[in-house]
């Protein structure tokens, strides 16, 4: 069973998604058995997409071959907000294990899973599952949370919570914005990251598109910072911002940033 704390909480929910009946079954009884509440599991990842939207799990225990879409496809797929906090590979193939981690995966069991292993990830998980919470629970929402109209001019600034006091972030020195599943990771020029408890996609609509662009599910940048864009492989693709830093930019978003930075407003 699980230790520490959980037991004053309500149990923590997982999908199970695996091809293979046999695999699938035997390890949604064994996290049963750890003491997880196993809400779903799916065969494919068409149905472990939209069974994760639909029930947003603590955590996900996740093959990773499989027809059609496989595990990374699945993660690709998913909205930042909508990401599970704690995801877990298990597999029978460990030539995938650098790539699961470069996905921001928390653990990687290969199969056949021995018990012991099986119950050190989950512990790993739910540890993860407590400190989503508990930053979840220490944010706040931005005070421009209501919804833009097609009259509200798009915000000069952020206020986020940072324990006791309210910190002003001006959108002039954003450098990026990261995702994560409960909240935005603000990166500012000259400061350390901060925190706000707000939707990816709704902060989008609130930054003046002139200025910012969603390069990827987990990022958006402040175009005038742009100063090149890197290919790291077919599938992959970077942006060099004026820090130095390089941020996540998606293949078919690339086209779009491109034809951004080529027009008169970003010259």
Do not use: N
Not at 67 to 72: A, K, L, R, W
Not at 159 to 178: H, M, S, T
Not at 185 to 212: I, K, Q, Y
Request: glycine residues 4%.
């Amino acid at each position: 069973m699980i230790s520490g704390d959980a037991a004053d909480q309500a149990p923590f929910r997982a999908i199970v998604v695996d091809d293979e009946l046999l695999a699938r079954e035997g390890l949604a009884a064994e996290l049963a058995r750890l003491g997880l509440d196993v809400v779903a599991q799916c065969a494919d990842g068409y149905a472990a997409r939209e069974q994760i939207t639909r029930l947003r799990p603590d955590l996900l225990f996740l093959d990773v071959e499989m027809p059609e879409v496989d595990g990374f496809a699945v993660l690709e797929g998913l909205d930042p907000e909508d990401m599970p906090p704690a995801v877990i590979f298990v597999t029978a193939y460990d030539q995938h294990a650098l790539r699961a981690f470069e996905a921001r995966a928390l653990d990687y069991v290969l199969k056949p899973t021995a018990h012991s292993r099986l119950q050190h990830a989950v512990q790993r998980g739910t540890q993860r599952v407590r400190e989503a919470r508990a930053l979840r629970d220490a944010t706040t929402l931005s005070p421009s949370a209501a919804p833009l109209s097609a009259s509200t001019p798009h915000v000069t600034q952020l206020l986020v919570r940072d324990r006791e006091q309210l910190i002003v972030v001006p959108v002039d020195e954003l450098e990026w914005i990261e995702a994560e599943s409960y909240y935005v990771r603000l990166h500012v020029t000259g400061a350390r990251p901060r925190l706000l408890r707000e939707r990816m996609s709704v902060l989008e609509t609130r930054l003046d598109p002139s200025r910012f662009f969603r390069s990827h599910r987990s990022a958006i940048v402040r175009l005038d910072l742009v100063r090149s864009i890197k290919t790291i492989s077919r599938y992959e693709h970077s942006i060099l911002l004026a820090s130095g830093v390089y941020v996540p930019l998606s293949r078919d978003r690339r086209a779009a940033l491109e034809s951004y930075l080529s027009s008169p407003r970003c010259s």
